[in-house]
């Protein structure tokens, strides 16, 4: 009969512990208001896409340009790694049609 009485104990213990906690919460920890925006957002302006190998390729000058600047640390991004690899390419390109004279 001990076995019995405890179960019934701990199980009523148990539902008193969880009712109080369930109607104490919003005493305890008081649910956060948000706030109301009066106006939209101003917009962010969306960074512009990378321009690719191919572009630096038919802009050579300004691949070049590009490259110095990484150089500096002035330009950052995914231009940098683009415009390097344009001029490398088109640089191997001519190295390799003067090599075989064409």
């Known amino acids: 009969m001990s ?21 104490l919460r919003p005493v ?20 512009t896409a990378a321009r690719g190998t191919q572009y630096f390729a038919a802009n050579l000058d300004e691949a070049r340009q590009i ?9 950052r991004g995914d231009e940098c790694a683009n415009a390097e690899q344009a001029v490398i390419e088109v640089d191997s390109r001519d190295r390799f049609k003067r090599f075989t004279g064409n």
């Open 28 to 47: 305890l920890a008081p649910l956060r208001q948000t706030a109301v925006a009066v106006s939209p957002a101003a917009a962010v302006p969306q960074p």
């Open 67 to 75: 490259v110095t600047g990484c150089r500096d640390g002035s330009v």
């Open 3 to 23: 076995q019995g009485r405890t179960i019934i104990i701990v199980l009523v213990t148990l539902v008193i512990g969880f009712t109080g906690g369930f109607f």
